[in-house]
């Protein structure tokens, strides 16, 4: 076996090719990741409050109703 050439003291990034587009691609990459799940996130959240404000609105109509209705029942009984 054959021992490691040296090449001197510092930095390995002297002597290694540094790639700096394939790791300007991948922070990119990882930073549309991070958006996309905070969008993600986000519209969840809206899309539970829609739901939340659905439920409301239709327990609204249904109580109208029922108010009218009752109404309406009371008058005729008294007739």
Same mark, same amino acid.
């Given at each position: 076996?054959?021992?490691?050439?040296?090449?001197?003291?510092?930095?390995?990034? &002297?002597? @290694?090719?540094? +790639?700096? %587009?394939?790791?300007?691609? !991948?922070?990119?990459?990882?930073?549309? +990741?991070?958006?996309?799940? =905070?969008?993600?996130?986000? #519209? +969840?959240?809206? !899309?539970? =409050?829609?739901?939340? &404000? @659905?439920?409301?609105?239709?327990?609204?109509?249904?109580?109208? /109703? =029922?108010?009218? &209705? %009752?109404? #309406? /029942?009371?008058?005729?009984?008294?007739?």
């Amino acid at each position: 076996m054959s021992a490691p050439v040296s090449r001197g003291g510092g930095s390995r990034f &002297l002597y @290694e090719p540094f +790639d700096v %587009a394939n790791v300007r691609i !991948d922070a990119t990459e990882r930073v549309f +990741d991070e958006r996309w799940k =905070a969008l993600e996130h986000r #519209l +969840d959240s809206i !899309d539970a =409050a829609m739901n939340r &404000l @659905e439920k409301r609105i239709w327990l609204a109509v249904f109580g109208t /109703a =029922a108010f009218f &209705l %009752a109404e #309406l /029942a009371q008058r005729i009984m008294q007739l």
